[in-house]
């Protein structure tokens, strides 16, 4: 790939942008196509004028990025953060379209996301924010069109609140129009813990393919969030030994495996992982180049890079986040040997489950949580197969592989429905 600034390396978009032409160039995609796929299709900015508890007006930006629906409607996540820009979530737009196209669901990729830190507003201001986003973007959403889904300091209860708001624009109550709902309002079972599960199955692919065992394996996770909490509890519970948290504010190390039901119970209690008793306070970005044998980083983008890959001791590392590991980072791990499943396979879980959410709501019909569970396997298992057969065979690490998987089935499609006037 191409030498490129600091700055470049940490813009998601930059980043998702040199993986994919790199994997386009490998497929030797058809220039027509690859000019189609590099960049997305719609990009709605809106600005939302909120009124405040303390009478104050505020206006905040939100962007939703459509990058295809060549497979079906758009797919995505809603993020609530400070650091928001329409790069980013250009570059998630991107990646959904890839991952959905990884696992093979029949969605394209979508993202969107406000500027505003979640945690300074009251739970009314939240809700007046939610609301009139969603109706901002009323004719861009529906079942058929564009679907959300919760995604960093967005929840079950902001799914809900957009789920009624878009319903109550249509007269109707359209369950399907967003996914990662509560159960008693369409949302299904197991999609709270999927993603975290998606990541403990191609965890246990991964260790069948080195020879490895989960009792054996020490476990670091970066975000103890939804991805991470979920991942860490399933992967304690399954036998591996999760050895450190690290979270943004401060870490916790226990060589001798961390009680991660415990630390629920404190986090909860406490709101913060700091001052658990079950293990040492450790510095997190330490907790990254600790020696063990997976990374999960499960937090938010690059915190893999150039200036720390090196130090990265782990043999296999986990993307539960989406874009945590930069491109020039790829370089050095691959160099080092380190088995890398990339985030576009890696975190699928949660849109596979989403899937399965859309179905449900769609068919009027709700499914076993076991049910939900053997499909997510069965579609990882398969899905992580793909990729690593596709690397075998190209000669090509696992992200460019499933990149170029991903690619090469969505252009299949442009080009069978002739999407171009
Ligand atoms: P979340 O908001 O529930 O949790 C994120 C956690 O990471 C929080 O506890 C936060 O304090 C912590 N964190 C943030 N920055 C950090 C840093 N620099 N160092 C350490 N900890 C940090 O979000 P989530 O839903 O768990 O999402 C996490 C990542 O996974 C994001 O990249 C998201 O896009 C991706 N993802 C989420 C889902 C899902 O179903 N929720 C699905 C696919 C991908």
């Not at 505020?58 to 295809?68: A, N, P």
């Not at 201001?125 to 967005?154: N, Q, S």
């Not at 393919?209 to 939804?226: A, P």
């Amino acid at each position: 790939m191409k030498p490129i600034s600091l700055e470049q390396e940490l813009n998601p978009w930059e980043a998702q942008a040199a993986r994919f032409d790199f994997a386009a160039q490998k497929l030797n995609l058809n220039e027509g196509l690859w000019r189609i796929l590099r960049y997305p299709s719609r990009e709605i900015i809106v600005h939302i004028p909120v009124a405040m508890d303390d009478g104050r007006l505020e206006v905040y930006t939100g962007f939703r990025v459509q990058h295809s629906i060549a497979r079906g409607p758009a797919k995505g996540g809603v993020r609530y953060s400070p650091d928001v820009t329409l790069d980013e979530v250009r570059a998630l737009a991107s990646w959904m379209t890839w991952k959905c196209a990884v696992v093979n669901i029949p969605f394209g990729g979508a993202k969107g996301g406000i500027i505003v830190d979640p945690k300074k507003l009251s739970m009314g201001e939240l809700e007046k924010l939610t609301r009139r986003y969603t109706a901002e973007l009323i004719e861009f959403l529906g079942p058929e069109k564009d679907v959300p889904a919760p995604d960093m300091g967005t929840n079950e209860q902001t799914m809900a609140w957009m789920m009624d708001t878009y319903s109550m624009h249509m007269r109707q109550t359209v369950t399907a129009v967003v996914t990662g709902k509560p159960i008693n309002i369409g949302g299904s079972r197991g999609r709270r813990e999927a993603t975290g599960r998606g990541v403990m199955i191609v965890c246990d692919e991964a260790l069948k393919k080195l020879n490895m065992n989960r009792e054996s394996t020490r476990v670091v996770v970066q975000g103890f969030g939804n991805v991470g909490s979920n991942a860490a509890k399933l992967m304690s519970d399954a036998g591996y030994k999760v050895i450190g948290i690290a979270e943004f504010d401060g870490g916790l190390f226990n060589a001798k495996g961390i009680n991660v039901d415990d630390l629920l119970e404190h986090r909860d209690r406490t709101k913060s992982i700091n001052g658990f008793s079950g293990a040492e306070a450790a510095d997190s970005k330490q907790l990254l180049i600790t020696d063990c044998e997976i990374l999960i980083p499960a937090a938010t983008e690059n915190v893999i890079t150039s200036q720390n890959a090196s130090d990265i001791k782990a043999k296999i590392v986990v993307e539960g986040a989406n874009g945590p590991t930069t491109a020039s980072a790829d370089e050095i791990l691959a160099d080092k040997k380190i088995f890398v499943i990339p985030d576009i396979l890696a975190n699928a879980g949660g849109v596979t489950a989403s899937y399965f959410e859309w179905v449900q709501d769609r068919q009027g019909y709700f499914w076993k949580e076991s049910a939900v569970n053997e499909q997510l396997e069965f579609i990882l298992k398969e899905s992580f197969e793909d990729v690593v057969h596709f690397a075998e065979t190209h000669s090509v690490n696992n992200r460019i592989a499933a990149y170029m998987l991903a690619i090469s089935r969505v252009a299949h499609t442009i080009k069978l429905r002739g999407i171009y006037a």
